[in-house]
């Protein structure tokens, strides 16, 4: 039966009822539009949607209908997914997070999860026995680290040079640290004689870097940083989120005392879990704090025993996580140690510098003049002078059903920003993207500014 016929329902008038409601819900579903009239004999009936909703209502205890949309099957268009993120999920990766779950607490849970601690470990390049994925994006591995290593009133030293920094300064304020900001503009870094000298300023016990700027395209420098923090007694907090697997990262070497990521950008799984990693000297302040952490679910005394990782016998329920979620990172982290991460490194940036002439062919300035600096993962472009930005993402939404985004935060209105991440990158999609940009540069409206 199409939409557009009308519904009938053969009503048996004064006999045994058929089941009314159920009959009635049926042909609701089928055509919420219909309308209703009455044969004269009343045998034949038809029903219109707002109909049915009153019979319903009048029959049932819920005030509140279900809505009308919930009545639709779910569609989500096929998008290129070439922004900063989330990239496309590769079908073996879809295939593990659509897998029958299991229970949270299940010894087969427990083996999934102890293989995501492995596949961590490697990714990170650690040996950090408390490494595990929060069940959450990569705003939960930030809350995480700060909620856990900082107690109220505690000094904090924050590098903002983009989005990120301000993100976790926040953080840190709102639960009562003491934040002092290092402030450079979108695209800047800051050398470690800078870093030096406000941590002897600003004695903090957290200094946080952002290693791959997203909003900013900028991939900062950490070699030394680490023994600085060392050196001062204070530890040191790196956000890879944008760029794990994409561009090197060696936790143990350099020194890194808590190290976060997110899932789904060059690992290429779903958003939602997020892996993070403490050291001895991370676990030896958290574990020894004065107050308790202000989040429950984040706290780490939890979790690390949630994730087997405390040395304790059993594990007790804390919250439940979730599994098709780890389930899809545990395959995504498994195809990154199949591929090898020297590989995965090698590959971004091939796809980086194969994009980055494309661009130049096409006119366009890069927004990070330093090649070393650049991220591998998400590349910045300055907005096209005479051009408006939003414009252009737009038409090459509406006619390449590709995303790609403007800045974010302080960047918002100096750059576009391309992400060819894991799965996505490969030079086939960096010319996808450039025909993309060649197109919305002819097509959209230059001002006369
Ligand atoms: C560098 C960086 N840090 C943190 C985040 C926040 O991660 P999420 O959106 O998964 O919470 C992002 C997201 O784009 C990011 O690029």
Redesign the pocket.
């Given at each position: 039966m199409t939409t557009s016929e009308p519904l009938v329902a053969n009503l048996e008038v004064g006999g045994r009822a058929p089941p009314l409601v159920q009959q009635v819900k049926d042909l609701f579903v089928l055509n919420p539009h219909a309308e209703l009239t009455v044969s004269p004999s009343l045998s034949v009936c038809r029903w219109s949607a707002p109909l049915l909703q009153r019979l319903e209502r009048s029959m049932s205890s819920v005030t509140i209908p279900p809505p009308a949309c919930m009545l639709r099957p779910l569609e989500t268009p096929m998008r290129y997914l070439f922004g900063?993120?989330p990239s496309n999920v590769p079908p073996r990766i879809l295939a593990a997070g659509s897998r029958p779950i299991i229970g949270h607490m299940h010894p087969e849970m427990y083996e999934v999860m102890n293989d995501i601690k492995r596949g961590i470990q490697y990714a990170f390049q650690t040996e950090n026995n408390v490494t595990i994925a929060m069940s959450g994006?990569?705003?939960a591995a930030?809350e995480c680290a700060v909620f856990n290593t900082v107690e109220p009133g505690e000094s904090v030293l924050i590098g903002v040079n983009g989005i990120?920094g301000e993100r976790v300064a926040e953080i840190a304020e709102r639960m009562g640290a003491n934040v002092h900001r290092m402030v450079k503009t979108p695209g800047g870094y800051f050398t470690n004689k800078e870093i030096e000298k406000a941590m002897e300023k600003h004695k903090p016990v957290l200094f946080f870097l952002?290693h791959?700027?997203?909003s900013a395209g900028l991939c900062h420098p950490v070699d030394g940083i680490g023994d600085i923090c060392r050196k001062h007694n204070c530890l040191f907090l790196v956000?890879t989120?944008?760029s794990l697997g994409a561009a090197p990262i060696f936790m143990d070497k350099q020194n890194i005392d808590i190290l976060y990521t997110?899932s789904?950008k060059a690992l290429n799984a779903p958003?939602g879990t997020?892996p993070i990693s403490f050291n001895e000297r991370a676990c030896h302040k958290m574990f020894n704090r004065k107050t308790k952490p202000i989040s429950y679910l984040f706290d780490m005394t939890y979790l690390s025993n949630y994730w087997g990782c405390d040395g304790k016998p059993a594990r007790t329920y804390h919250h439940t996580g979730p599994v098709s979620g780890f389930f899809a990172l545990r395959e995504s982290l498994a195809i990154l140690a199949e591929r090898g991460l020297e590989e995965s490194w090698k590959k971004h940036k091939e796809v980086a510098a194969y994009l980055y002439r494309g661009l130049e062919d096409l006119g366009l300035q890069l927004f990070i003049p330093e090649r070393d600096l650049r991220l591998p993962s998400v590349t910045t472009i300055a907005i096209p002078n005479g051009y408006d930005w939003r414009e252009m993402l737009v038409y090459i939404m509406k006619h390449h059903q590709m995303e790609m985004t403007g800045g974010l935060g302080p960047s918002i209105g100096m750059v576009m920003r391309i992400g060819l991440m894991g799965y996505n990158c490969e030079k086939s999609n960096a010319d996808m993207a450039l025909n993309a940009l060649a197109d919305a540069l002819k097509n959209c409206k230059r001002s006369k500014a």
């Open positions: 900063p993120g994006s990569g705003h930030m990120w952002t791959g700027e997203s956000d989120v944008a997110g789904q958003p997020a």
